[in-house]
């Protein structure tokens, strides 16, 4: 007999799935050409040109999700060449296959949607644009807050949550003219890299339904990923937007945190243990859409509707195309070993970008301190089991990637947080935040005696890994331990090489390198700069973009 959860998650998914026009549900006949079942086979639902041959879209529709970026749909709304109800219309048919495909919704009110973007299209009509954003369309994580709609953050115990108002970040979209009409999938807990709950099931990735679609905002990865979404918003604890990112082969950036307003997005944690802070970020199909994120929400001055965030307006960075930088490259560090293809697309960004007469300066392991970054990080992290907590009482079980995430830090011995093992309590508090503080000083001086611009290095170990075997976050998360941003590029595909091999030593951790699997899939690297330096990373981000992907 299945428990009440159980019963109560399926309604629930039943729900979600009648909020889609029987109009846009895909035909049997086009369901039946994937490989199923899709978790466990290789489907790349790109290459399939489902959404062209389902008979869903005008030909305009297809125009507008697969050939528009941001900056282009917003000149052609702001000139009058798509009305905003044409672009959400589309957008929202293409949420609606994704959705059916890749299992990245949990919310969907694609009616509000509509009926927001005739009366913005009234507006512009009468000489009345409400905003920058006027008219574009953009997709949410579960944990954002909109007045009126669940946030049940893949928890049973959040079953009947619903928001009472709007995250501040959702009050600056919508003055600003956005249309947001879903939100997206996230983990149990929101601290593990697979976005699989019990409510709503597994995201799974639009290149390779097999592989995950990272977390934890890896609804959002896979919405925008599929051009479901033009623009998406994400949070980032332990690199949740950027990890997503990565998977999908998008663009995904961490900020510092407080230039987007986030005090009253919803989390499972202790308000009052929020040791490692979390941060809004944006998701897209290039660096400009981050950018021009960045720009609306810090100039809309979100310290004025939240507490938390910074009173800082943003900066014009203006950098010259052909500027030369002294650009670091974070090394690899021998607890967490790269696999070879993030290995070979590392080491062709450093060449190309040497070759285009930037400095490239090789950091060392012991200035970049991953391993002793991701103890301090999750030694933070574990001082508030809330998420475990809410889990346990409501009877649900741990998803398994959650298991999977503790292998990765038990498979050595703390040796950096020695002296802190038998304290509890504030003793244990204060060795930690003195760690942090001794990881934060070194990438401090790092950055000064080299006279560095910018640091590249890599986000993960491998390419989006197969469901549950993600292997270690170090690289993603010692930039949240700190606080600098970073900025996520793909560059590159996998492609093995005969006769190369992947083995681990003793007091390595990395997950098993799977050829087949990784084969044809993005890889990425990250470029990061001190704290709010959101500005500079970004602006530097172009140049680096230019220069491996134009």
């Not at 979600?16 to 199923?36: G, M, V």
């Not at 978790?39 to 489902?50: A, C, H, P, R, Y």
């Not at 809330?386 to 038990?410: F, H, Q, W």
Request: some cysteine; glycine content about 8%.
């Amino acid at each position: 007999m299945a428990a009440n959860w159980e019963t109560r998650a399926a309604e629930r998914r039943q729900q979600l799935s009648n909020t889609i026009p029987e109009a846009w549900r895909l035909k049997p006949e086009l369901l039946s050409e994937l490989k199923t079942p899709l978790q466990e086979s290789d489907n790349n639902v790109l290459e399939l040109g489902i959404c062209k041959r389902s008979g869903i879209f005008s030909g305009k529709e297809l125009e507008i999700t697969e050939s528009y970026n941001v900056t282009e749909l917003l000149a052609a709304l702001a000139g009058g060449k798509l009305t905003a109800l044409e672009v959400t219309t589309a957008f929202c048919k293409r949420a609606a296959i994704a959705h059916q495909l890749l299992n990245c919704c949990t919310e969907i009110f694609f009616d509000k949607a509509l009926q927001r973007a005739e009366e913005l299209d009234a507006r512009r009509a009468q000489g009345e644009p409400l905003g920058p954003f006027h008219g574009l369309p953009v997709s949410i994580k579960d944990n954002i807050q909109v007045e009126g709609v669940p946030a049940t953050l893949g928890l049973v115990c959040f079953f009947d949550y619903v928001s009472d108002k709007n995250s501040a970040v959702v009050d600056i979209i919508l003055a600003s003219g956005g249309v947001i009409y879903c939100k997206t999938n996230v983990p149990q807990t929101m601290m593990t890299v697979d976005s699989h709950n019990n409510i709503f099931g597994r995201t799974l990735n639009p290149l390779n339904t097999s592989l995950s679609a990272g977390g934890s905002s890896g609804g959002e990865g896979a919405i925008v990923g599929f051009r479901g979404s033009p623009l998406g918003l994400g949070t980032d604890v332990g690199g949740s937007v950027r990890f997503p990112a990565a998977c999908n082969g998008i663009y995904g950036f961490r900020p510092t945190v407080g230039r987007i307003p986030a005090g009253d997005v919803k989390l499972c944690v202790d308000p009052g243990m929020r040791q490692v802070k979390s941060c809004i970020g944006p998701l897209a199909g290039d660096v400009d859409a981050l950018d021009i994120l960045m720009k609306v929400i810090v100039n809309a001055r979100p310290w004025k509707l939240d507490a938390t965030a910074a009173d800082l307006p943003w900066r014009e960075v203006k950098l010259d195309a052909g500027q030369k930088l002294r650009i670091g490259v974070m090394a690899e560090d021998p607890t967490f070993p790269l696999h070879p293809p993030i290995r070979a697309s590392l080491t062709a960004a450093s060449d190309k970008l040497a070759a285009a007469g930037h400095d490239i300066i090789l950091l060392q392991p012991s200035e970049c301190l991953f391993w002793e970054a991701i103890q301090t990080a999750f030694g933070l992290y574990s001082l508030d089991p809330t998420g475990a907590r809410l889990v346990d009482e409501a009877g649900e079980p741990p998803i398994p990637s959650r298991a999977n995430l503790l292998k990765g830090l038990t498979f050595a011995p703390w040796t950096y947080l020695a002296d802190a093992a038998d304290l509890e309590g504030l003793a244990r508090l204060s060795a930690l935040n003195v760690k942090r503080a001794a990881i934060a000083g070194a990438w401090h001086a790092a950055y000064t005696r080299h006279n560095l611009d910018v640091v590249i290095g890599p986000l993960m170990q491998h390419t989006a890994a197969p469901h549950d075997e993600f292997a270690s976050s170090a690289y993603g998360t010692i930039f949240n331990l700190i606080d600098y941003p970073a900025c996520v590029i793909p560059f590159g595909k996998a492609a093995a090489k005969e006769g190369e091999t992947f083995e681990l030593k003793p007091g390595q951790y990395a997950s098993e390198y799977k050829p087949a699997k990784s084969e044809g899939m993005p890889c990425t690297i990250q470029v990061v700069t001190p704290t709010m330096r959101d500005e500079e990373c970004l602006a530097i981000s172009k140049i680096i973009d230019t220069c491996l992907n134009k």
